[in-house]
């Protein structure tokens, strides 16, 4: 904070007001332990790995050129992959979801929505396991398969690509649905109902009408699905197998396993990288949006 | 409108199924009789009892309790302050912090986690309750300033503005005004931000060294080091209690309007 004479009176602008240092305790934690410990990944990232897994400190950036190997490269690639076809999935199930409940009678709209919610607030690690018991190869969905005579021998269900998607899937769709339905619940249902009487089919409502007029609630559900999904970590180590590894595993694995400390730090910035251009591509639509709306 | 409304509800009650099946189905394999296969064979609560019997899985539960009681006073203390003293700053550095606060509860967590491992170990700090606790104040402060910002700013300021004129001294509007105000707010924090320290995996992955095993590390060791139905029993547990977390917080909510 800019140092300033308590005695003047405040200039307009300038801060200027003794209960604003209650603040300073809380900023101090966060720039202490959360701000100090990032700038020293960042640090670290440039760094090279000792003999023995330490740190020598010579400013290099070979961390971030051997992310250019193949073996990471695939990592980063399919942990982009899975986190893409996660958040497209999660669209496909939570628009109905969202559509449904956002036309549904009112007194039932937030008990609909609860119902979404509520597996969001049960442990994350209970929630991923409950996935183990549902795909293992003795497990209910094989069985089901099984007794239905779909499948002659149980499928290869976990330790695969598919149950790490399954498990983003069923972690994040709330982030879907949440959005969505602010949005469809904006729209007004006379739009359309004049396609309709207008003849419009049902695909050209739903592309030219209803898509449009929701696209801020489908930018915002797919940027907080796509988010978690691509740093995810007990998902992958859970469901997937060694060839299913994410972003975040590696970035474990070369802290704890490894002890390349640089190049996990290199990882995690990568990471972070994708991240937030995922959120400025958010604040860049909502600005665009947020401009033609206000004038109309 | 409800043209085409059949298919909207098969995918709906399909992804409605999707979110409860394997929930529902945990729960009832936790009254399983059966010790390896799937197969069923009974019910009993005999995995229910077997936790009573886990020493290791009390401790873990009293670490976790015990971590989520100081960080959330902590968070709760540190945040409530942040929130008053935001609220007279220049909007300009208002935005600038509320956009920092995002922060940390947007970065993966995993990278949070080992960029506390880092310090704590640059530091020379021993990993152990100490480091967890200090780790798990810095995701909640952001969730604590934000709610009860968000109530602050729904206050009217006459109330306050009123005291003022009476005659109340700073103190003592913030006493007798702002704080009763506020307190549905505070007690929803509080309950966030217990509910999110306790259920915590990835920082406390990072930051617990021996000793400091907490109820999720613990579940992951179970869950990964082969599967004993104790686990289900545990995870069932586990699901009541939060969903009794969330109906706390919704009647909070409730009384707050």
């Keep these: 904070m800019p140092s300033h004479d308590l005695s003047s009176p405040p200039a307009p602008g300038q801060s200027i007001c003794r209960s604003c ?266 600005a665009r949006t947020a401009g033609p709306t206000e004038k109309r | 409108m409800r043209r085409g409304s059949t298919g909207l509800t098969l995918v709906s009650g399909l992804a409605m199924l999707f979110l409860y099946g394997p929930i529902l189905v945990l729960v009832l394999y936790s009254f399983n009789a059966a010790h390896l296969s799937m197969a069923w064979r009974g019910t009993t609560l005999k995995w229910y009892a077997a936790l009573w019997h886990d020493e290791a ?45 995002v922060l940390p509860l947007i970065i993966p967590e995993v990278m949070l986690g080992v960029a506390l491992m880092l310090l704590f170990v640059m530091l020379k700090m021993p990993l152990g309750l100490t480091t967890v606790i200090l780790g798990h104040i810095v995701f909640n402060i952001p969730l604590v300033t934000i709610m009860i910002r968000t109530r602050l700013r729904k206050l009217d300021p006459a109330l306050r503005e009123a005291a003022a004129d009476l005659g109340a001294d700073s103190w003592q509007v913030f006493r007798h005004v702002t704080l009763p105000l506020l307190r549905p707010a505070i007690w929803g924090a509080v309950l966030v931000a217990f509910t999110v320290s306790l259920d915590d995996f990835l920082v406390t992955f990072f930051t617990a060294g021996p000793g400091a095993t907490t109820l999720p590390l613990k579940v992951y060791s179970m869950i990964k080091s082969g599967v004993t139905p104790e686990i289900n029993a545990l995870s069932a547990l586990l699901l009541l209690i939060s969903m009794a977390c969330v109906a706390l917080s919704l009647h909070l909510q409730r009384r707050e309007v």
């Design chain 1, 21 to 286: 240092w209650l603040a300073a305790p809380g900023l101090l934690w966060m720039g202490l332990f959360f701000l100090a410990p990032l700038a020293l990944v960042f640090a670290i990232s440039f760094a090279s790995r000792g003999t023995y897994g330490g740190i020598v400190w010579e400013f290099t950036a070979a961390n971030y050129l051997d992310l250019w190997h193949p073996l990471y490269g695939k990592i980063l690639g399919q942990s982009l992959w899975y986190a893409s076809l996660t958040t497209a999935i999660c669209f496909v199930l939570g628009f109905p979801l969202a559509y449904m409940i956002a036309r549904s009678p009112a007194r039932w709209q937030p008990v609909l929505l609860l119902l979404v919610m509520l597996p969001f607030w049960t442990n994350f690690l209970v929630r991923t396991y409950a996935w183990m018991i549902v795909l293992r190869q003795d497990g209910l969905l094989n069985g089901l398969l099984l007794a239905l005579g779909i499948v002659d021998a149980p499928l290869e269900l976990l330790y695969t690509p598919t149950a790490v998607v399954i498990g983003l899937v069923y972690g994040y769709l709330p982030f879907m649905v949440l959005p969505l339905y602010v949005a469809v619940e904006r729209l007004d249902p006379l739009l359309v109902e004049a396609a309709w009487d207008l003849y419009a089919s049902r695909w050209a409502i739903f592309t030219r009408v209803v898509v449009p007029l929701t696209m801020p609630g489908i930018v915002g559900g797919c940027v907080l699905v796509f988010i978690p999904s691509i740093g995810s970590f007990i998902t992958p180590d859970l469901l997937g197998g060694a060839r299913s590894m994410m972003i975040g595993n590696l970035i474990q694995h070369e802290y704890l396993v490894v002890r390349d400390w640089p190049l996990g730090s290199a990882v995690s910035f990568v990471l972070m990288a994708i991240v937030m251009a995922a959120v400025a591509l958010y604040y860049r639509h909502a």
């Design chain 2, 57 to 101: 899985l009390l401790a873990a539960t009293a670490n976790s309790l015990f971590i989520a009681a100081i960080s959330t006073i902590g968070a709760t203390v540190l945040g409530g302050l942040m929130a008053l003293g935001m609220e007279r700053m220049p909007l300009r550095r208002q935005q600038l912090i509320e956009g920092g606060l």
